[in-house]
């Protein structure tokens, strides 16, 4: 849903759309200015942004902001990596036979509709407080979309294509290269983005929830220890970079469009 | 597989067998191979559903005051998600204006905000409730702006041109094409607004929900935490289910 609507219907005019973020954005900030200096906003709630700027700096000269960003990063890649894979076998193994599609696409869109936060603590149990519970918790949330959308585009492919292209001779490699990959692309394609977003926010969670190490973890420690500027300053960042990456993704969509 | 098996009925039946043969799996797996500090097997979880779930009025309480706070953020949701989604969703003026901002919001990875949420309203049910809705409102915003959008205007133009009024529009057109298009929303954001209240609740430990799990893990006492487990993923497809009925119901015409 969130990728379905966040495109076309929206994204018409996307430098106006642009514009009126940044435009927010600086709001926000005047709005931040005037409530630390003009109202008595409790300094533990609200830091003035001198200080939250001062402590992303330290975070980057320190070097504190890559250590966490790495730990995340490496776990976000690993997971998305699993959940790709092997949500991409699991929807092209269950698109073979259409009576696997009809017994089996129930049960995994009915597994998405429950939060996989539910259980958690069982990952906690089985992989222990580091990183390797908030990987196998993302590659398993990340894993359902990937092989949802895999299942739905492998299962839609016109058969007269895979017809045609065997009578012209393809030989099974040949098949699946020319033409079940380019025909299930788009459909497998969006699924690996609501994936990519699902992974992130699966991780993220999850090193806030419990975790020894990453960024969500280091929100987690700063929020602990009241010190309310160095957590606004993860913020921050955060907010950043997933800004950015949204921003890659739609020209990434718009690009894989075009042609 | 005969065509006969593969009817409606058999498909159903066979889906059961299905996860029953999985159960099962996992129940002799978990006997013969599991740890049992680690993992239960199925009959053990229902062993232990009785006495330490349905027995224990503290975890009776906690359970009820997760009901509680989810319906209270989904309401909130629906409520105020609708209303914000007329308001932007009314013209175009305002869905230019306001819509970039939304979507930037959206963006953001929301578990991160959840120690921000706890500093601010503190550990009890508001911060829960709070959570839960600034997951749910979302869909229900996006929703119900796609819906007021989405009318095909061939449809619009034949019931003009048919002499229908303003009024007969809005009830015989736009209104019954928003609600199917609001279920959708709707759907999600009672996932979302559960997913936000169960993070918010294992992010507190020291009462509730967190503070079970976190007692029955580190006691390593699986049988409990599985059935705690099962009972609120229980609560959750009952809860969808429900959505599902009333989206039947609404949207009967389709």
Redesign the interface.
């Known amino acids: 849903?969130?990728a379905r609507?966040?495109t076309p219907?929206?994204e018409s005019?996307s430098a106006?759309?642009?514009a009126?973020?940044v435009g927010?954005?600086g709001l926000l900030l005047g709005l931040w200015f005037i409530a630390t200096s003009v109202t008595q906003v409790h300094r533990?709630?609200l830091p003035d942004p001198p200080q939250v700027w001062h402590e992303m700096q330290r975070l980057v000269v320190t070097g504190e902001l890559w250590r966490a960003a790495r730990v995340t990063l490496l776990t976000v890649g690993q997971a998305y990596g699993i959940a790709v894979a092997s949500g991409l076998l699991i929807g092209f193994c269950v698109s073979r036979s259409r009576?696997a599609v009809?017994?089996l696409e129930?049960?995994l869109s009915?597994f998405f509709?429950?939060?996989l936060?539910?259980?958690?603590?069982?990952f906690?149990?089985?992989f222990g407080i580091g990183t390797a519970s908030k990987l196998a918790y993302g590659a398993l949330y990340a894993l359902l979309p990937v092989a949802l959308a895999s299942i739905a585009a492998f299962a839609r492919i016109d058969p007269l294509l895979i017809r045609a292209a065997a009578a012209m001779g393809a030989r099974p490699a040949a098949l699946l290269h020319r033409v079940y990959l380019p025909a299930a692309l788009p459909g497998v394609l969006s699924g690996m983005r609501i994936a990519l977003?699902i992974c992130?926010?699966a991780v993220?969670?999850g090193e806030?929830?419990v975790s020894t190490a990453g960024?969500?973890y280091a929100?987690?420690v700063?929020?602990?220890l009241m010190e309310?500027a160095r957590?606004y300053a993860?913020?921050i960042f955060?907010?950043l970079a997933?800004?950015a990456l949204?921003m890659l993704l739609s020209m990434a969509e718009r690009w894989s469009v075009e042609p | 597989?005969s065509a006969a098996l593969?009817s409606r009925f058999g498909?159903r039946v066979?889906?059961m067998v299905?996860?029953l043969a999985l159960f099962l799996l996992w129940e002799i797996t978990a006997r013969l191979f599991g740890d049992p500090g680690?993992?239960a097997a199925p009959s053990q979880v229902l062993g232990a559903l009785g006495p330490r779930i349905f027995g224990d009025p503290r975890v009776l309480s906690a359970i009820g005051l997760t009901l509680f706070e989810l319906t209270v953020a989904f309401i909130c949701s629906v409520v105020f998600g609708v209303v914000i989604g007329l308001a932007i969703g009314s013209s175009s003026i305002s869905r230019?204006?306001l819509?970039?901002?939304v979507?930037?919001l959206?963006?953001?990875?929301?578990?991160?905000?959840?120690?921000?949420f706890?500093?601010?309203l503190g550990i009890g049910p508001l911060c829960k409730i709070a959570f839960g809705f600034s997951h749910g409102v979302f869909?229900v915003i996006?929703?119900t702006v796609?819906g007021l959008?989405g009318a095909s205007p061939l449809l619009l133009s034949g019931a003009r041109s048919m002499g229908a009024g303003r009024l007969q529009i809005v009830r015989h057109l736009l209104f019954p094409h928003m609600v199917s298009v609001l279920f959708?929303?709707l759907?999600?954001a009672m996932?979302?607004t559960?997913?936000g209240v169960?993070?918010a609740e294992?992010?507190v430990s020291t009462t509730g929900i967190g503070y079970f799990?976190?007692v029955?893990?580190q006691t390593?006492d699986?049988a409990p935490?599985?059935a705690l487990?099962a009972t609120?993923?229980a609560m959750?497809?009952a809860l969808?289910e429900t959505v599902r009925t009333i989206e039947r119901r609404f949207t009967r015409w389709k």
């Open positions: 849903m969130s609507d966040r219907m929206f005019k106006a759309m642009r009126v973020q927010f954005l533990l709630l009576h009809r017994l129930p049960v009915g509709a429950i939060p936060t539910l259980f958690f603590p069982l906690i149990l089985f977003v992130i926010a993220l969670g806030t929830l960024v969500g929100i987690k700063a929020e602990e309310v957590m993860w913020l955060v907010v997933s800004f949204n | 597989m593969a498909i066979q889906r299905l996860l680690m993992i230019r204006g819509m970039p901002i979507l930037l959206y963006a953001i990875p929301q578990a991160i905000l959840l120690p921000l706890v500093l601010t869909p996006l929703s796609a959008r959708a929303g759907r999600l996932t979302l559960l997913l169960l993070l294992l992010f799990s976190q029955f893990a390593f699986p935490l599985f487990i609120l993923a959750a497809v969808n």
